[in-house]
């Protein structure tokens, strides 16, 4: 029982550039989410789902895209990033309201 | 978003000591749960509270829920070089609804 899987652990990427961040579940939850955490902003919801097909924005749901084809997985996509996405994503997966945590991705945008 | 005030910011404590922090809002929450972070990682749960009052322990932590339902506070006993870390709280306005906000953190430095 992996839990929630991340990948990769780390990436840099130049303005402009696309690339998807990979999130999986092996707990069967129904919901999962993704958030971003900066330096003195605790942690802001992006995107979540509340199962396979059915995606809503959260607070900071800008500059990123998402899809949610099966109850396993749940990639985040940002389809031209910015240096403002510099930032430590994770993504969760809840059996509500407990969240369970991935490791992260650090995203450096140059 | 909700806004979360968690204090103090930063902790420098002797190994022994307890520790209190705790986390206020302006909105009334139906649930809290209490996170800890090591570096490198993603947050780890450590409790949850879903009633006003409720006053809940997992080991040297107790995390009490408000009678106001707007704040909560977490105390950590005999502290450990372990102990180490960003504490975060996160609060639920409605109940089974998958957002949660959080507060920006607690950061726990203990000397040995």
């Known amino acids: 029982n992996a839990g929630v899987t991340q990948t990769p652990k780390f990436q840099v990427l130049k303005t402009g550039q696309s690339m998807t961040l990979q999130c999986a579940q092996d707990?069967?939850?129904?919901?999962m989410s993704w958030y971003r955490q900066d330096p003195g902003m605790g942690l802001r919801l992006i995107h979540y789902?509340?199962?396979?097909?059915?995606?809503d924005q959260g607070e900071v749901p800008n500059g990123y895209n998402v899809s949610r084809s099966t109850t396993e997985d749940f990639p985040l996509r940002l389809l031209s990033a910015a240096p403002s996405q510099t930032s430590v994503y994770f993504c969760?997966?809840?059996?509500?309201?407990?969240?369970?945590f991935g490791p992260g991705t650090r995203l450096t945008v140059t | 978003g909700q806004q979360l005030n968690q204090s103090p910011q930063s902790m420098f404590i002797q190994e022994g000591e307890d520790v209190s922090m705790n986390c206020t809002s302006s909105?009334?929450?139906?649930?809290w749960l209490w996170y800890k972070q090591d570096p490198g990682e993603g947050p780890v749960l450590l409790i949850a509270?879903?009633?006003?009052?409720e006053l809940t322990s997992n080991g040297r932590l107790t995390a009490q829920f408000g009678i106001t339902r707007k704040d909560s506070f977490l105390n950590i006993s005999a502290s450990i070089p372990s102990d180490v870390g960003i504490y975060f709280c996160?609060?639920?306005?409605?109940?089974?609804?998958?957002?949660?906000?959080f507060g920006t953190g607690t950061r726990l430095t203990v000397i040995p």
């Open positions: 969760a997966s809840s059996h509500p309201p407990e969240q369970y």
């Open positions: 707990m069967n939850h129904e919901y």
């Open positions: 789902s509340v199962g396979a097909g059915i995606t």
């Open positions: 909105s009334i929450f139906n649930t």
């Open positions: 509270l879903y009633k006003a009052g």
């Open positions: 996160a609060g639920q306005i409605v109940t089974g609804a998958n957002n949660l906000f």
